[in-house]
């Protein structure tokens, strides 16, 4: 395939930008959202109407008031959720991340996500604080004839600097390579939010190491993510590596679709290379962990 006139990151600029300004005339009631999960298994989701030790009353959009004995709840919590057209529109943790690089915002305490891309890679995830996310991560490849097996953490914090419009994100990757000698590796990056956490576009600066030795040139991010409906997204991700002889550019443009349990990532990463376009397909699954790390 001839490489287009337009790189992939411009394109993918461009489609996303005409995307986001379509979705900032659309209206949303953000009153808080509380869901309920009782011990028969039904869960019920609304406006926490009042509280106490004995009964929680909650105004559903389908159901009205409900009074729910306090003895038959097992999970209690505020969820981020939007009210669009008479219909809860949830927030999903991977939202703190595009397919792979994270951007500004933040896990909340006590949310969690597990999230595999091509059955190979696999990352648990875990709010610590409402600003402080940290994740673990490897790739079992001592599952698959007892090769060098990878394994990662990811520390990450969060600041807000105008809630819901501007986050600013820090952290690293630090991870190493058991079967290998001098196998460490990681990032160090930064990234600015521009946007809620629905619809967003963010820029990131980071700094890779590997073997004890520090990149010499910075690498350089642009991302982003629209939220198209209750079930859908478009994601793309973007970068700019610095090489002595150059930059190198790798795109990734696709979208992400929402079940009641799971959330389904799919797109293309396309590598420029020698005057053609190579693609390669990308396919990842994140399973929320909802609120059974709260306490």
């Not at 001839?2 to 986001?20: M, Q």
């Not at 009153?31 to 929680?56: F, W």
């Not at 986050?167 to 521009?194: P, R």
Request: proline share 4%.
């Amino acid at each position: 395939m001839k490489v287009l006139h337009s790189s992939p990151l411009r394109l993918a600029l461009v489609v996303f930008l005409v995307l986001l300004g379509s979705d900032a005339c659309s209206q949303a009631d953000t009153t808080a959202i509380y869901r309920v999960e009782t011990r028969d298994g039904n869960e019920y989701v609304g406006r926490l109407i009042s509280k106490s030790d004995s009964v929680v009353r909650l105004e559903t959009q389908t159901l009205g008031a409900l009074a729910i004995p306090a003895k038959d709840i097992v999970a209690l919590e505020k969820v981020h959720a939007s009210v669009r057209d008479g219909a809860y529109w949830f927030a999903y943790p991977q939202a703190t991340r595009y397919f792979w690089m994270p951007n500004g915002y933040g896990l909340k305490r006590g949310e969690a996500y597990f999230q595999n891309v091509w059955i190979l890679v696999n990352q648990f995830s875990v709010g610590v604080t409402d600003n402080l996310s940290f994740g673990a991560g490897l790739v079992p490849a001592f599952l698959i004839g007892g090769g060098p097996t990878p394994i990662w953490v990811t520390p990450k914090v969060s600041i807000p600097l105008n809630s819901d419009r501007v986050n600013l994100g820090a952290g690293a990757l630090v991870g190493t390579i058991f079967g290998q000698q001098e196998s460490g590796f990681g990032l160090l990056y930064s990234v600015v939010t521009f946007g809620s956490r629905d619809s967003n576009i963010s820029v990131g600066l980071g700094y890779g190491f590997a073997g004890g030795d520090w990149g010499d040139n910075p690498t350089f991010s642009f991302s982003g993510m629209f939220r198209t409906g209750r079930r859908g997204y478009v994601l793309t991700e973007n970068y700019v590596l610095s090489t002595g002889s150059g930059s190198q550019v790798l795109a990734m443009i696709g979208g992400r679709t929402l079940t009641k349990k799971t959330g389904i990532d799919y797109g293309l990463l396309i590598v420029p290379n020698l005057g053609e376009l190579v693609a390669v397909p990308w396919l990842g699954i994140t399973v929320p962990l909802r609120g059974k790390l709260k306490s």
